[in-house]
């Protein structure tokens, strides 16, 4: 194995007209302070990202809800000091804000002004296509080209073809392309083959102990968590964030309310059976958090 570096970004590079905007694509440094690494293969999550910039290789997540999929990529972004852009295909998704729109100045002049996604392909940054496969292939298609070893996209409306992290002043910057969807997300398409071949690192990212142990106080409660998790009648998912949600409702507004929370969570024909769990369950998970 060899040495893998760190990548920076110099907000320098950056012609002055776009360095605010840029600079405001940066995600505060604290938000990497609140993130669980977890490791792969005994590598640090970040690390291998850091990997995928050097070799231009892009990166495709598959998990469940609240596993961390997006928080990843805004956590690494905010810890290296990238621009980061998070475009999310769902149906609201505005080609405006993301790829940018043709203006006409008072003077009658026309002009393009880039998108978020457009300033971070240009500049350099993460960029993350979030829940792909709630896109159709026609959206994803036009990622063909950034994804692909030649990292171009092309703006019709500019009239012209940038290479990822090459559009500033001086030095190529650092560009990482990422994705993440939902395998059991209702409502999805399958991922298309030619989409998903274009990332060289597929991880799962399921919900991981090690990382839920360090949100999370009750180990009572983790434990009675993957025990629903493994119920093949229960399909609604537990996420990470709604086990530090119950351990947060059961501090402020009480065991009670904290309880009641968390079985509304599910669909009302799973909610007998979850009940019965967290009963017989809560006067360990109690002393857990009071301890
Ligand atoms: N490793 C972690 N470190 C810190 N917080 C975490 C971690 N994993 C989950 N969380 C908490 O869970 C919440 C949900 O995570 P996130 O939105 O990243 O999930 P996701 O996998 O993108 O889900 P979805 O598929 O619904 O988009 C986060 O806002 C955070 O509060
Ligand atoms: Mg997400």
Not at 26 to 40: E, G, K, L, M, Q
Not at 113 to 126: A, E, H, P, Q, S
Not at 199 to 211: H, Q
Not at 283 to 288: F, L, Q, T, V
Request: include cysteine.
């Amino acid at each position: 194995m060899t040495t893998i570096t760190r990548p920076s970004f110099d907000l320098d590079t950056v012609p002055a007209d776009d360095r605010s905007r840029v600079a405001d694509l940066i995600p505060d440094p604290r938000i990497a302070d609140a993130y669980v690494h977890r490791s792969i293969e005994g590598m640090d999550d970040f690390d291998l990202l850091d990997y995928a910039i050097e070799e231009g290789e892009n990166i495709i997540l598959a998990g469940p809800t609240g596993s961390s999929k997006t928080t990843l990529f805004r956590a690494y972004a905010a810890s290296r000091g990238l621009p980061l852009c998070i475009v999310e295909c769902n149906a609201s998704m505005d080609i405006g804000t993301i790829i940018g729109r043709t203006t006409i100045g008072a003077d009658g002049s026309v002009k393009f002004v880039d998108g978020d996604m457009t300033l971070v392909v240009r500049y350099g940054g993460v960029l993350l296509i979030d829940e792909s496969n709630l896109a159709h292939p026609r959206i994803t298609a036009g990622f063909h080209g950034l994804t692909s070893v030649a990292k171009r996209m092309s703006i019709p409306e500019a009239g012209e073809t940038v290479r990822a992290g090459c559009g500033g002043l001086g030095k190529p910057q650092p560009f990482l392309a990422g994705t993440a969807f939902n395998p059991r997300y209702q409502g999805t398409v399958r991922l298309n083959e030619a989409f998903a071949n274009r990332f060289a690192i597929p991880l799962d990212w399921g919900y991981e102990r090690a990382v839920e142990a360090q949100l999370v106080t009750s180990e009572r409660l983790l434990d009675m968590a993957d025990n629903i998790r493994s119920l093949a009648e229960i399909r609604t998912p537990v996420s990470t964030n709604s086990l530090m949600e119950f351990e947060r409702h059961a501090d402020r507004l009480g065991l009670a309310m904290a309880q009641r929370l968390f079985v509304n969570r599910f669909a009302p024909e799973e909610r007998a059976p979850v009940s019965r769990a967290l009963e017989a369950n809560l006067e360990a998970i109690e002393a857990e958090l009071s301890a």
